[in-house]
């Protein structure tokens, strides 16, 4: 079955699980997927209604599925997500001023990947994502793009290359025309212009917002209308500053969701790096979590600092005393037991299991707030 097929299937079961939602954002990214400007009118249409009839699930279902039943007489080919489209080998930055040093750092970034890059304040994730975007010079190593067409001019690797600042420029007029004004630099006509900005519109969840200024929208859904402006010029590597930095939790979850998914598309897929602080969430739809300490790079996967990898490391936030929790962990190979202050980080041998740990802490009846196993999570980096 080909993966746009799958991707059809999957949505069919969002719907069949009344997980519409999700199920809708997903019929979104296949009509997307379709380039097909008629299946476009029919998902604005539907868009239009839905915002019309907010309580009446049924009825989006059922018309959701004739929607999906006209995507699957589409033919949609996959593009190639093979080898990089970035190729960082032994990037370093040194800056005059303040002495800081970033790197070396090599890396090859794919497309229809996520990279996430953490770490805390001032260890050069911006540095990173600004010399990736070309917009500042590394000082050594080298720095290969492999783009599906040719690149003319500076204002094509600006469309297939896209930096978006923590902080992004102020815009006149209403969040439609500004994004109508993006493809009409193309040279797209009027009614096609239309209707891509209406279909990004609604997929980047502005529908009730479009009419809207730039004074007028949150920051979130102004992150949202930058989104929206750069992918209507179907970028090949988005570069992001903290696109979380503005938002709620939960608008957080559904803004990585709904990028993953973007990025993932089977005829315009997208390699993503994203700087974040909100290090849970970015690991969560990361493929690669990328970790910058004082400018040094260390990939998830390897070890730092001389840890161990075959370690089991817990984090624990418990009221109960360090005693008590020592005593309900005697049975098992502990290593070392540390207060960082905030929580507990309980070290095992390699081979002893979770559940063993979650056994030990329940029998002996310690309170528990918050527990986590952060053994392969960049989690470990910053608690220790
Ligand atoms: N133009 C510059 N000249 C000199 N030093 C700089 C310059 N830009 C950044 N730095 C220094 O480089 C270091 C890394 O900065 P960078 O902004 O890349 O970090 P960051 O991880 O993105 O930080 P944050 O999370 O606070 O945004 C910092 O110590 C900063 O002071």
Not at 74 to 98: L, N
Not at 147 to 159: C, Q
Not at 283 to 309: H, R
Request: aromatic letters at 10%.
């Amino acid at each position: 079955m080909s993966l746009y097929l799958q991707r059809l299937e999957e949505v069919k079961s969002f719907f069949d699980n009344k997980d519409t939602v999700l199920g809708y954002r997903k019929l979104m990214d296949c009509a997307m997927d379709t380039q097909d400007m008629d299946v476009y009118k029919k998902m604005i249409a539907l868009t239009d209604w839905k915002e019309q009839h907010v309580n009446n699930e049924t009825g989006l279902i059922s018309r959701s599925m004739e929607v999906l039943s006209l995507l699957q007489t589409k033919k949609v080919e996959p593009a190639s997500t093979q080898g990089p489209v970035i190729t960082a080998s032994d990037i370093t930055k040194t800056y005059g001023r303040s002495g800081f040093q970033l790197g070396p750092v090599s890396i090859d970034i794919k497309k229809g990947h996520i990279y996430g890059l953490v770490g805390e304040n001032g260890n050069g994730k911006t540095t990173l994502l600004r010399i990736l975007a070309r917009e500042l010079n590394n000082t050594s190593g080298s720095l290969n793009y492999v783009f599906k067409e040719d690149i003319a001019s500076d204002y094509d690797l600006r469309a297939k290359l896209v930096y978006i600042p923590q902080r992004t420029a102020t815009w006149y007029g209403s969040l439609k025309d500004n994004l109508k004004f993006v493809l009409s630099n193309y040279g797209v006509a009027p009614e096609e212009n239309e209707t891509r900005v209406l279909m990004m519109i609604a997929r980047l969840g502005l529908w009730n917002y479009k009419q809207l200024k730039w004074s007028e929208l949150s920051s979130g859904y102004k992150m949202r209308f930058e989104l929206a402006r750069t992918l209507l010029r179907k970028p090949e590597v988005m570069l992001l500053d903290e696109p979380l930095a503005n938002l709620d939790v939960l608008a957080q979850q559904v803004v990585l969701e709904d990028l993953k998914s973007i990025c993932n598309s089977v005829v315009n897929p997208i390699a993503l790096i994203l700087s974040s602080q909100q290090l849970y969430e970015v690991e969560k739809v990361s493929d690669k979590v990328i970790y910058l300490k004082n400018g040094q790079y260390t990939d998830n996967n390897a070890s730092f600092k001389g840890e161990t990898l075959d370690q089991l490391i817990i984090e624990i936030d418990s009221t109960s005393d360090r005693e008590a929790i020592k005593k309900a962990f005697e049975n098992l190979p502990i290593e070392k037991l540390v207060y960082n202050g905030g929580v507990y980080l309980a070290y095992f041998a390699g081979d002893t299991q979770f559940y063993r740990v979650l056994y030990a802490l329940g029998a002996a009846q310690i309170e528990v707030t918050y527990i986590r196993n952060i053994s392969s999570s960049t989690r470990r980096f910053f608690v220790s």
